[in-house]
């Protein structure tokens, strides 16, 4: 593949490249001066990590930290590692990560990675790795699901990703339409890309103080395989877009994003749902996911692929089986609209409406910056080690909003807002 300076592939636009930098900085964080950045990336995304760490700079950072993964050397561990190293996970890192998040750091992570990586990998070793690295990673992932600091999530168009979202085209066709997709997406294919992103907030704000005025007691989604009311926790408060985390800095986490979302009550959830795109999980593809809920819980679960990562991943803990997110996602969206399927769940959540398993983010409440835990639980907020997005929208999918009298309102039709 030809190249030009920097390691940027002759098929990505350089200029679009830097905007995505400057809008994770200054949109995606509004990284302050003299704020420290926790940086993750892959070493494939090294082109648009370096221009971060430019704008990061020039922002102010105090002190910019990268930490780097590698497709090759995760494979190297699954091929070679002992048996025994699938149960630990790097603790000391994590540790460190949420030291830094307790000391105001920011956390920026740089997604691009191969979604089928440990397709043909032993799939107990994977859920047993993915269980270790969840339980060690959680006490930085309570400083991100609090919303203790400002954070953000963007993606780079990776080959091995690119080959998967376009496996008909040669190498530099395929990242070029990635990238494309990618840029676009993200709203810097335009010329202000920051002015958009002002506007695109303002709108999704508008949803959530529809949605906040309604104060509904559930959501009921009704389609094909799908027949779920989901309860909606005590005191939850709808967000989207542009949010201020409890550092007093106003962030947008996911770049891109078209998302409202709440916290579900985790013992709420009655009734089945079919998944309408595949989960990329942690190197495994998991496609037609089905599951049945009682009392806020999965009681049966299947998929036409994956089923054995699927329900390992469900064991991880009690609250790996509840919800701890719901999120409202128009079926016309940009990425909807895309007719793509990203295979990368930072893309793929913001084409439909989504529920999460495990974790809920306690900014979803009413003054959730005040709430201890035990005060989040008892309004049905859920605690588990993981989060997993997961779709079930489409434009065959109706949401009604239902009152705590019962009386119900349209909120989507045919995946549209109603």
């Given amino acids: 593949m030809t190249t030009h300076s920097r390691g940027v592939s002759a098929t990505i636009d350089p200029v679009k490249l830097d905007r995505l930098a400057e809008v994770a900085i200054k949109v995606g964080l509004q990284l302050q001066p003299g704020q420290d950045l926790v940086l993750t990336s892959s070493i494939a995304a090294l082109p648009l990590t370096r221009r971060i760490v430019e704008h990061a700079y020039k922002a102010g950072a105090g002190l910019v930290t990268p930490i780097f993964n590698d497709d090759e050397m995760t494979l190297a561990r699954f091929r070679y590692g002992a048996d025994a190293s699938f149960d630990h996970a790097a603790g000391w890192l994590y540790e460190g990560m949420a030291k830094a998040f307790a000391n105001n750091a920011a956390r920026l992570a740089v997604r691009g990675e191969d979604p089928s990586l440990l397709s043909a990998q032993d799939p107990a070793k994977v859920a047993r790795a993915n269980k270790a690295n969840s339980i060690a990673y959680q006490p930085a992932l309570e400083k991100i699901t609090g919303f203790d600091i400002n954070w953000n999530i963007v993606a780079y168009p990776d080959l091995a990703w690119a080959r998967s979202v376009f496996p008909g085209d040669t190498d530099d066709v395929a990242v070029a339409k990635l990238a494309d997709a990618i840029f676009a997406a993200s709203r810097v294919d335009v010329d202000d890309p920051i002015g958009n992103w002002k506007a695109h907030n303002a709108a999704l704000r508008s949803r959530t103080e529809w949605l906040n005025g309604h104060n509904f007691h559930a959501l009921h989604f009704t389609g094909p395989g799908t027949d779920l009311t989901v309860g909606l926790a005590g005191g939850h408060e709808w967000m989207g877009g542009a949010s201020t985390a409890r550092n007093g800095i106003t962030c947008n986490p996911n770049i891109p994003t078209e998302e409202v979302f709440t916290t579900p009550h985790a013992r709420r959830v009655e009734g089945h749902v079919t998944s309408t795109k595949p989960l990329s999980y942690q190197g495994t593809l998991i496609d037609e996911i089905a599951v049945r809920f009682e009392q806020g819980r999965i009681v049966e679960a299947k998929a036409s692929r994956g089923e054995d990562v699927l329900k390992k991943v469900l ?68 605690k588990s080690f993981i989060h997993i997005d997961w779709m079930i929208g489409s434009d065959k999918v ?20 109603a």
């Fill in 398 to 417: 109706d949401i009604d909003g239902v009152g705590k009298d019962g009386g119900r309102v349209p909120v989507m039709r045919k995946g549209e807002w």
């Fill in 315 to 382: 064991d991880t803990d009690e609250g790996a089986r509840r919800l701890g997110e719901v999120a409202l996602v128009p079926h016309s969206s940009p990425i909807a609209a895309s007719g793509l399927l990203f295979f990368n769940t930072l893309f793929d959540e913001n084409a439909a409406c989504h529920i999460a398993l495990g974790q809920c983010y306690s900014k979803c409440f009413v003054d959730g910056a005040s709430l201890t835990q035990d005060e989040i639980a008892a309004r049905g907020g859920n």
